[in-house]
């Protein structure tokens, strides 16, 4: 049973590029949760997913960022126009509808603006 | 709203010793609540859950938690540190809007385990 997956892993990027990150969901989890983690802080929940329907974001989600998750499976999060301010890692959840607030982690893209 | 405050950011304790970690809640409603540890670079791990069951709920690698309405507390306890226990543990509660089931953290508690 393979986890929760992402990538890129890392991403340094200068300030002012777009850049994407990907997450594969745990097969037949039908929801899909992307939280982000600045240094010495906890997770801080960004957007939610429910199959393809993007149901609830978060204030922290300013314009510079979209996310997508265009068949149900994998998910994408776009920050465009990268500010210094927007390193931090980048946390994707899923779970399961019978289970639905038992969220598993991926491992994480950490992001570094320079 | 739901929110947990996580007492100590960091703590230490010599292996072999009882691993006390804090965490206080509030709710408006009766709470779930989760104990999840990151170790360097990874990403977090699900050690326990409270769900409104059983009060004293026991996770993976020893660890466990009780329930206390009357303190509206969540501590995460060890009888006997290992030195592999050392990480960095959060406390969390879930906020249930629009539908979908949302985690809002604690700041985090780093464990360090000596010799």
């Known amino acids: 049973d393979t986890g929760v997956s992402q990538n890129p892993r890392h991403k340094i990027t200068k300030r002012g590029q777009n850049v994407t990150f990907r997450c594969d969901p745990i097969?037949?989890?039908?929801?899909l949760y992307w939280y982000r983690q600045t240094l010495g802080q906890g997770p801080e929940f960004l957007t939610y997913?429910?199959?393809?329907?993007?149901?609830?974001k978060s204030r922290l989600l300013s314009d510079r960022f979209s996310a997508e998750r265009p068949k149900g499976s994998f998910s994408t999060l776009e920050i465009q126009r990268t500010e210094q301010g927007d390193s931090a890692m980048y946390l994707c959840?899923?779970?399961?509808?019978?289970?639905?607030?038992?969220?598993?982690f991926g491992p994480g893209t950490r992001l570094t603006v320079t | 709203a739901q929110s947990v405050t996580q007492l100590g950011s960091h703590v230490s304790v010599s292996e072999g010793a009882l691993v006390l970690l804090r965490c206080n809640y509030s709710?408006?409603?009766?709470?779930?609540l989760f104990w999840y540890v990151q170790y360097p670079n990874q990403g977090l791990q699900l050690l326990l859950k409270?769900?409104?069951?059983?009060?004293l709920v026991k996770g993976i690698n020893g660890f466990e938690a009780e329930f206390k309405k009357s303190e509206t507390s969540f501590h995460l306890t060890k009888p006997s540190a290992h030195m592999s226990d050392a990480a960095e543990y959060f406390c969390?509660?879930?906020?249930?809007?629009?539908?979908?089931?949302?985690?809002?953290f604690g700041t985090g508690t780093q464990l360090k385990v000596e010799l």
């Open positions: 959840a899923s779970s399961p509808d019978t289970v639905s607030y038992e969220q598993y």
């Open positions: 097969s037949e989890h039908n929801r």
């Open positions: 997913f429910q199959n393809e329907a993007q149901l609830e």
């Open positions: 709710s408006s409603v009766p709470p779930y």
């Open positions: 409270y769900t409104s069951a059983a009060t």
């Open positions: 969390a509660v879930r906020r249930f809007t629009g539908g979908g089931n949302k985690l809002t």
